[in-house]
Nanobody
Framework: QVQLVESGGGLVQAGGSLRLSCAAS????????MGWFRQAPGKEREFVAV????????YYADSVKGRFTISRANAKNQVYLQMNSLKPEDTAVYYC?????????????????WGQGTQVTVSS
């Protein structure tokens, strides 16, 4: 069982930056791929970014590529999402998720554990 707790959300002006953190419980953190997803009001939850267990592979949604950076610190059981050049359309609840390897890393259904989410609001 893995428990995930996100933090770092808030209100920011367009063009600003935020850094989200996700703290994970458990002793096998490095065995999980870690992803960030987001869900805006009235929309489906969507993939944002993912990092492999070792940190050697990362993938991003086209909408955030070049602006967001995912990273992890396995010794601290933490994963991060650095968000720069934020836009109003980035406004959403952001969720951290964990999965074992196998299948598409961008597929929401392949994730086994989810955090409660943290709100990010970008004003224009």
């Amino acid at each position: 069982q893995v428990q995930l707790v996100e933090s770092g959300g808030g209100l920011v002006q367009a063009g600003g930056s935020l850094r989200l953190s996700c703290a994970a419980s458990g002793r096998t953190f490095s065995s999980y791929d870690m992803g960030w997803f987001r869900q805006a009001p009235g929309k489906e939850r969507e993939f944002v970014a993912v990092i492999s267990g070792s940190g050697g592979r990362t993938y991003y949604a086209d909408s955030v590529k070049g602006r967001f950076t995912i990273s992890r610190a396995n010794a601290k059981n933490q994963v991060y999402l650095q968000m720069n050049s934020l836009k109003p359309e980035d406004t959403a609840v952001y969720y951290c998720a964990a999965r074992h390897a196998g299948g598409s890393m961008q597929y929401l259904g392949s994730y086994d554990y989810w955090g409660q989410g943290t709100q990010v609001t970008v004003s224009s």
